[in-house]
């Protein structure tokens, strides 16, 4: 069997643009004389479609997509992911579905049976699992069609399962020939890896070929990496698909060679996530420009980057907004930082609204010293600065916080927190450092003084960031084990940290939940990110010791 991965970069609810790339995908494999043309899970409504399913037009539309789509099939075969009706009340009103089209109609259809519930993910509240899945047959091979989670529940493979079926195994133990798994997996650092290890091991355990088929692009906080995979009976690799960009990945089952699998480093597939987010945000939402508040800082620097390459520098505005504690570095680092980028540059001073608002406060301020609220007043008159930009010219601004400011608290409502995406929001700001470096491994882009400075929001004399922080490679490290490991503050402090230390960013970060409800959305990149997949309520009471 000849076989085509169409790994597509599909934008929710575009019934007619997604089916447009399903088509082409289609078309040229039939020019190639394949078998089969696989697309990724949901690629008719897009992923993740989430309360759009309880709406009967959205599903009414999609399926109208299918059925544009089968009619103008063949003699290849096509494989496309679907939300489909639940014929069997009660339960839920949609499956998540994959059909297999040919010749004008759809033969077959298979639903999802694992939904998953955790992090990022909803499916139990929109989809009834399948009760039951046998392999399909055609073109002499019978099919074990699966849907994304469903191949990630082996028990050889994990430790801990949160399933009790093994669909894969149980499609194997049905006479399935040759797994096929339609996918819209979201990316994070190191799941490309973990990927590849667990379906190399599938393939070889079950004794059968596997083809994965994986979406890719951005859809609001989330990045898809493409990089689908195809293996031989003995777990050997096939096929890979480019990752973060659109591919067409043909095998031949008898005749294809076997692959060393392409590698790269954390920083590059960072980077090249944030800057496909970063695009797919913007473009899927209308805009075409972005505006940055350059502070000469690392952060915005690195933003600045990320933002010429998914725009092109001349669709990228930055913007220094000096008070009277800007230092001339900053402002240096910032112009020289536009000039190594080639986007276009402004300085709109905010020293003159800064003493107009301290004056039409003064009376109300009276007998009361200077502190955090003057700060916050700079950090948000540089927010109206950055929106009146916006408004005038339809640019989105991008906010320019790191994860391990938000997680503490370390950023102003309505301040630097303004904006329509949070680039690097789930990015550390260890991890800002080494992918900043690694942005200037070939020629000097950010300014080396960016690099080397102690960081510092510059809102009152002398400042620094670690006045009120603990060194960020400590604080990081602490975010980890409490943010992303779950780990308590007896586990934490026994791991080396100091318990007042621990106990201190603890408070900080549960004291900041507020702030990250209303933070704009941010792309993540981690296996926790602050976000949907992170649901704290902000009223409570409950305080680990």
Not at 199 to 226: H, I, T
Request: glycine share 8%; proline share 5%; hydrophobic share 40%.
């Amino acid at each position: 069997m000849k076989v085509a991965l169409a790994q597509i970069n599909t934008t929710i609810g575009d019934f007619a643009g997604n089916a447009e790339k399903i088509l082409t995908a289609y078309r040229r494999g039939q020019s190639l004389g394949l078998d089969l043309v696989v697309c990724p899970e949901l690629a008719i409504p897009g992923y993740p479609p989430r309360d759009l399913l309880l709406k009967p037009g959205f599903v009414e539309g999609n399926l109208r997509g299918l059925e544009t789509i089968a009619a103008a099939t063949g003699q290849t075969g096509l494989l496309v992911g679907f939300a489909g009706r639940n014929d069997r009340l009660p339960g839920r009103e949609t499956t998540n579905s994959v059909a297999l089209l040919h010749q004008g109609r759809i033969i077959d259809v298979r639903h999802k049976t694992l939904l998953p519930t955790y992090d990022v993910f909803d499916e139990d509240r929109y989809f009834e699992p399948a009760e039951s899945n046998s392999p399909v047959d055609f073109q002499g091979i019978r099919l074990g069609l699966t849907i994304c989670e469903d191949v990630w529940n082996d028990e050889d493979f994990w430790r801990e399962r949160r399933y009790r079926p093994n669909p894969a195994a149980e499609l194997i133990r049905a006479g399935a020939q040759f797994l096929i798994n339609v996918s819209a997996s979201p990316w994070h650092l190191g799941k490309n890896r973990t990927r590849l290890a667990m379906l190399a091991s599938l393939a070889r355990k079950s004794r059968c070929p596997l083809a994965y088929c994986n979406l890719v692009g951005g859809n609001d906080e989330l990045v898809f990496d493409g990089e689908s995979l195809a293996f031989n009976a003995d777990g050997q690799l096939l096929a890979q698909g480019h990752k973060f960009a659109e591919d067409f990945c043909v095998l031949d089952l008898k005749s294809s060679s076997v692959i060393e699998a392409r590698s790269s480093s954390d920083e590059e597939r960072l980077y090249e996530a944030l800057v496909l987010g970063l695009k797919d945000y913007l473009w899927k939402c209308g805009f075409r420009k972005a505006i940055i508040g350059l502070s000469g800082g690392i952060d915005s620097a690195l933003v600045a980057c990320l933002a010429a390459a998914a725009l092109g520098p001349e669709n990228v505005h930055g913007i220094s907004l000096p008070s009277q504690f800007s230092s001339q570095g900053s402002l240096d680092d910032a112009r020289q930082l536009a000039v190594n980028l080639g986007i276009r540059y402004d300085v709109i001073p905010i020293q003159e609204a800064f003493v107009t608002v301290k004056r039409e406060l003064s009376t109300v301020f009276a007998g009361r010293a200077e502190d955090v609220t003057e700060e916050n007043i700079q950090a948000r008159l540089r927010a109206v600065m950055l929106m009146a930009l916006s408004n005038k010219f339809g640019a989105l601004v991008l906010t320019t916080g790191n994860k391990s400011e938000m997680a503490v608290g370390y950023c102003t409502l309505y301040g630097d927190m303004c904006g329509g995406l949070a680039v690097i929001s789930d990015v550390p700001k260890t991890m800002v450092f080494r992918l900043s470096r690694w942005i200037n491994r070939d020629r000097r882009i950010i300014p080396e003084s960016s690099l080397t400075k102690p960081p510092s929001a510059e809102l009152r004399p002398n400042q620094t960031d670690q006045d009120t922080l603990p060194p960020y490679d400590v604080l990081d490290a602490i975010l980890d084990l409490y943010v992303v490991q779950m780990k308590s503050p007896a586990e934490i402090t026994a791991a080396g940290f100091e318990p007042s230390m621990v106990q201190g960013v603890i408070r900080l970060i549960n004291h900041s939940e507020y702030k990250r409800r209303q933070a704009a959305p941010g792309l993540k990149v981690t296996t926790k990110a602050f976000g949907v997949g992170r649901r704290i309520p902000i009223a409570q009471r409950f305080r680990e010791t």
